[in-house]
């Protein structure tokens, strides 16, 4: 409609009657063809480093400033016998193993610890009112926006000297991540309960459920997606965590895939570090891949489901 009214004014102002030719510059409905280069500028920018440090994981010889290819690309360095003498794969050393199954173990971990704390932490600062509820969301937020080395000295400092029965190691390190990632869940799921609204609990309360069976029956389900979505980016973001768990590491048996890098890096390193990098971009993106995927299933379902959730829930009372 406004291009056409923009045309006609044009074809009244011109001698001949016909639309004026406008530059490209002056033309406000021209395609934003800056922005999209400076994208993909920044995306090239972005991802290539990547896709090198990925390409020589498959690197036939022990260089990782040369490709070497010859013979063709190799998986040698993630598991089976390094294609060079004196170097060793990923399954050929059992301390980067460990490293991998040990960042495995803290991301379930937090994810198990985190989610239901977080869930819990966001109905209570949603429903309480007042300066102690404020209090508590602020509290909440300083986790968040805290530099993670500052908060790795503290609980490094609180463990070894305050809380002296917790121990430095997995145990720490799960309650430092727990602390750090707990507003992931408080966020997320906050921004689903101001969508949501209260309209679902009180119907179910009108027909006669109890305020702990609407939460039960009516409120979590509708909070899957939240509560899904949190657990997902909880679990990537453990799985690339390093400040922190190096803080409150004591032994190699501790030590995660980011600080076998880190440390791989300053020594003599081979393509099984970046064996090793590769793995937890796969694991971050396939994390985070399948969860936008159930997310979406999950959401497209609720949508047609909001409606009838009250009246199914009275049905079954």
Do not use: H
Not at 114 to 126: N, S
Request: some cysteine; hydrophobic content about 50%.
């Amino acid at each position: 409609m406004s291009t056409t009214l923009e045309q006609d004014a044009l074809a009244a102002d011109s001698p001949s009657g016909k639309p004026a030719k406008k530059s490209w510059l002056k033309d406000p409905w021209r395609k934003p063809r800056v922005l999209a280069s400076v994208t993909w500028i920044y995306l090239v920018w972005s991802l290539a480093p990547v896709l090198i440090a990925v390409l020589f994981s498959f690197n036939n010889g022990r260089s990782r400033s040369v490709f070497q290819f010859s013979g063709g690309p190799t998986l040698n360095w993630y598991c089976g016998t390094a294609p060079v003498a004196n170097a060793q794969s990923i399954c050929e050393r059992p301390d980067l193993a460990n490293a991998i199954m040990q960042t495995l173990l803290l991301a379930v971990l937090t994810v198990i610890v985190c989610v239901p704390i977080g869930v819990a932490f966001a109905l209570g600062i949603d429903r309480w009112r007042g300066r102690p509820a404020r209090a508590s969301n602020l509290t909440m937020l300083l986790s968040f926006v805290t530099p993670e080395l500052i908060m790795g000295v503290a609980l490094f400092l609180t463990f070894a000297k305050l809380l002296t029965f917790v121990t430095l190691g997995t145990q720490a390190q799960v309650l430092g991540l727990v602390m750090f990632q707990v507003s992931y869940p408080v966020i997320i799921v906050r921004a689903r309960l101001s969508t949501i609204g209260k309209e679902y609990e009180e119907a179910a309360m009108d027909l006669g459920a109890r305020p702990a069976q609407a939460l039960r029956r009516v409120l979590l389900p509708l909070l899957y997606p939240a509560i899904f979505a949190s657990g997902v980016i909880i679990f990537a973001d453990v799985i690339d965590d390093f400040v922190l768990v190096r803080s409150l590491c004591k032994s190699v048996s501790c030590e995660t895939i980011s600080m076998k890098i880190y440390g791989g890096y300053r020594s003599a390193p081979t393509p099984a570090l970046n064996a090793m990098a590769t793995l937890m971009l796969v694991g971050t993106l396939a994390a985070v891949g399948i969860g936008a995927l159930i997310y979406k299933i999950i959401a497209r379902r609720q949508e047609g489901d909001k409606v009838d959730t009250a009246r199914d829930f009275a049905m079954q009372i």
